[in-house]
Structures are given as C-alpha cells and as structure tokens.
C-alpha cells in the first residue's frame, strides 16, 4: 500500500480571534487524516491566542514577525509535511477535498504544485453567498493569471521541494510577495497539475489584506515593480510578454483612478514612471486611454478597475 503523504497548512495570524475558528475548523474537518495544522501568530492582542488554544491538534507558535511572508516562511521550515498549504485566518477550504487532492498528488509524482478552483464570498443575513468563482489554474494560464488575472495562491498546494527549488516568500515585498513567488515558479517551469473541483474560499471584508485595499500606494506600487521585473528580457517569452501586457494594462488603471479621484498628481506620476520605462508607452497611452474612457462612459465602469490589481 502507498503511504498517503502528510499535509501541512500553514496559517499566518494576527488579531482575528473573530474569524479564525472557521479557517481550523475547515482543516480540522477535512476527509483526511495526514494533517498537520500550524499557526504562525504574530503576537496576537485580541484573544486569538485563546480561541486557537481550545484545539489541542494545532502547532501554535505567537512570537513577533517581519509580517506576513516572514510567518509564512517560519511556518514552512517547520513544516514536516510533503504537501504544503497555505490558509488565511478569514478564509476556509471546502469541505472534504484533502483525499483528493492526495490522492491527485499520488497519481502525479512529477507534479509540484496542484491547484484547484477558489470562490470569493461576503457573509450576508448569516448566511455565504458567492460572487465570484476562480476556475483552476492550468500550466498553460499561467502567464496571463498570474499577471492580468487573479493568482489565488491559496488555491495552490504545493510540494515542499518546490521551496528547496526556488526559495520562500520575498520579503522585499510586503503584500505582493505571492505573487512573485508564483511567477518564480512559473519561470522555473515547475510541473502544475490542475485539479478540477473548487478547494479555497476567500471571504471579502473591509479587513482583507488585498481585496480592499487593492489603491494603496504600497501595493500599486509593488505589482508595478514586479510586472517591471518580470518582463526583462533575460525572462521566458511567455512570462515576458504577459507582464509587460499587465504593465501597460495595469498602468493604465492606475491612472484612470486617479484622474477619477482628482489626484493629477498621482496620475502623471505613475505616467512618467512608465514612460521612462518604455520609450513607445506615451504613444500607447494615447491611443489606449481614450478607449478605456469611452468603455468607462458607456456604462461599464469596471473597465478601469483591472483584475491585474487583486493581491
């Protein structure tokens, strides 16, 4: 009989004694019993400590961090499982999924990374209703969803020799550093193995690190460095050529936001960081701009709101 693997979810914690219970219970309930549960806080004030000390299977280190990517790479080192995954305090895995996902892994020895579906949900009259649905991530998706699309990282579980391959979370980047390590992995052209049911479910609340704060200067400004780094030429043709599309559609975004706000400044601002990139971009912009207006205009104001700036 083949040994089933052990799976390990890492958990980053800080301050959500209100939300946390569902994410260890989500794990805690899974179909398969190879897990391990490891709760990474950062020094928690407001009685997370309290509630992840009631569940006695968890692995609870609370000592102070360089933030969340620093916590998730203590988490990994720890980490005794083949399979690693990654679980927000806010957000929970879909029932019963684990032996799948195993059993997925079993059958693709090659593989280092599987990902499955996620969805997106707000806590309504105490019940969840969905909004959005993320389909799997294939091999082939890569460039685009990882640039122009949503990445969905905790969609993703992954060998734990995928970060002897390739290294942790760049902690150069404070709220962008999953995203980097997906393209690090994309670039090293890493096997992925596309599961077909959904496994992830983020919860969208005015506290998210990313979905609510999507225009903070901070991660504007560390998903335009990333499309800048990423489409060097010394990177492959496909990664290349989807970032410097994000780039130019990302830029592009941020500059109708501003205009919308009033904030010109802002707006030249990221205009003139651009072109000093790409001598062709003010000639880009000229043309393109003007469309997404027009778009804006006729009604479909998300136009200038890009899925290329979701964490």
């Known amino acids: 009989m083949t040994k089933k693997p052990l799976i390990s979810i890492i958990t980053p914690s800080l301050n959500r004694a209100d939300m946390i219970a569902t994410a ?177 479910r983020y919860r969208s609340h005015p506290g998210s690190l990313t979905i609510y704060n999507v225009w903070k200067p901070l991660l504007l400004d560390e998903l335009l460095r990333l499309a800048a780094v990423y489409s060097q030429p010394n990177i492959k043709a496909p990664i290349r050529i989807a970032c410097l599309k994000w780039e130019n559609v990302y830029t592009l975004d941020v500059i109708g936001h501003f205009i919308r706000r009033r904030d010109f400044r802002s707006a030249f601002q990221y205009f003139f960081r651009t072109s000093r990139r790409h001598w062709w971009w003010p000639i880009y912009f000229m043309f393109s701009f003007p469309l997404k207006v027009v778009r804006y205009l006729r009604g479909n104001k998300s136009v200038l709101l890009s899925k290329s700036i979701s964490g």
């Open 24 to 200: 260890i219970e989500s794990v805690f309930n899974q179909d398969y019993p190879y897990i391990e549960h490891i709760i990474m806080d950062g020094g928690s004030m407001d009685g997370t400590l309290d509630v992840v000390k009631r569940y006695s299977h968890l692995k609870i280190i609370s000592e102070p961090d360089q933030g969340l990517y620093d916590a998730i790479n203590k988490g990994i080192q720890l980490a005794r499982g083949e399979i690693i995954g990654l679980l927000n305090t806010d957000d929970c895995y879909e029932p019963n999924v684990f032996s799948q996902l195993a059993e997925c892994f079993q059958r693709h020895p090659e593989a280092f990374a599987v990902c499955g579906g996620s969805s997106y949900f707000v806590d309504q009259d105490q019940r969840e209703d969905t909004i959005l649905r993320l389909p799997p991530i294939t091999q082939g998706d890569l460039p685009e969803r990882l640039t122009i699309g949503i990445p969905a990282i905790n969609s993703f579980f992954f060998r734990k020799a995928a970060f002897d391959t390739i290294g942790y979370f760049d902690l150069g980047y404070r709220l962008a550093s999953d995203r980097d390590f997906l393209l690090k992995f994309a670039c090293a052209g890493l096997p992925l193995v596309s599961f077909s049911e959904d496994v992830y």
